[in-house]
């Protein structure tokens, strides 16, 4: 006769079993899904004592309190990856660890620490398998430029190439946004590599564009960037709308996701939607438009 698996082993396998159905719905890792599943179980005391006093997976499957168990961590997976950062500590970590350096470090350094905030940035994370590409299509896109203006920024003001050719004429970019942890993040950025260029702005939309010039935003820039908020503030503030519409730029590049933060779905045409009505009800012009791996972008000007 087959003695029952150990509850530690058991509750290891319904785990796995259950990640591999949530990575299949979800942008997860089954390997990561399983380690996030298992230790939120292991921390419940009568689940625990339930698989410890089960012959097999299947007994326990048939269980409400394992049912109940299975339906919050899914939720906490979906919640999790809808967060911008991931994990709050890791992204603080890197901002600090970015703190530590002292301007005219070694070039290489600054690299390293950029790459690791960037990476705890839902927003830029997406774009770092193929952020030259995506850069080089931005660039290109948006023609000569010496003054930018991007609003809700996240973190993306740390991976901008001010240093490339394409950017050798930029003055100023000004980096909006309403997390005071991503401008703390940019203002890090800034000091360490002592660029007067780059000027960080706390600022949220419902505010609106003066308390921007109050902050010393110009009265109008060359380039303005809505990178992946459009279709965010259309869903949740549409009513704001009408605020990044009026963003001071002669050119805007707007953007929209090609596939779901946390489901595994493309979106990229309900997005492009979005991205045109908006246009439409606010007197932009579509000129150009381009494509990475998880953005569409279009390029417009004012009529």
Not at 196 to 207: F, G, H, K, S, T
């Amino acid at each position: 006769m087959t003695d029952p698996p150990a509850p530690d082993e058991l509750l290891a396998r319904l785990a796995a079993d259950l990640a591999d159905q949530v990575a299949q719905r979800y942008r997860i890792d089954p390997a990561d899904a399983a380690a996030l599943i298992l230790a939120d179980w292991q921390g419940q005391p009568r689940l625990v004592a339930a698989a410890a006093g089960a012959a097999s997976p299947g007994e326990v499957l048939r269980l409400r309190i394992y049912r109940d168990a299975a339906a919050a961590a899914k939720r906490d997976i979906y919640y999790r990856l809808r967060r911008y950062r991931a994990a709050e500590t890791d992204f603080d970590d890197a901002v600090r660890a970015l703190a530590g350096l002292l301007p005219g470090c070694p070039p290489h350094l600054i690299t390293e620490r950029v790459t690791a905030v960037a990476a705890a940035h839902v927003s830029t994370a997406e774009r770092l398998p193929h952020l030259d590409g995506f850069i080089a299509a931005l660039t290109a896109a948006a023609g000569t430029f010496e003054t930018v203006v991007d609003a809700g920024c996240g973190v993306l003001p740390l991976l901008f190439p001010l240093d490339s050719p394409a950017c050798a004429g930029v003055r100023e970019y000004w980096a909006l946004d309403k997390d005071p942890r991503a401008i703390a993040a940019a203002r890090e950025y800034a000091r360490v590599r002592a660029d007067q260029r780059l000027r960080p702005v706390q600022w949220n939309i419902a505010d609106g564009w003066q308390a921007a010039f109050a902050a010393g935003l110009p009265a109008r820039c060359d380039l303005g960037l809505l990178l992946k908020v459009v279709p965010v503030v259309g869903r949740q503030s549409p009513e704001l709308l009408r605020v990044l519409a009026a963003m001071p730029a002669d050119r805007l590049v707007i953007s929209g996701c090609r596939n779901a933060m946390a489901k595994r779905r493309d979106i990229e045409r309900r997005e492009t939607r979005e991205l045109q009505r908006f246009c439409a009800e606010h007197a932009l012009t579509e000129i150009g438009r381009f494509r990475t791996a998880d953005e569409i972008c279009l390029v417009v000007e004012r009529d």
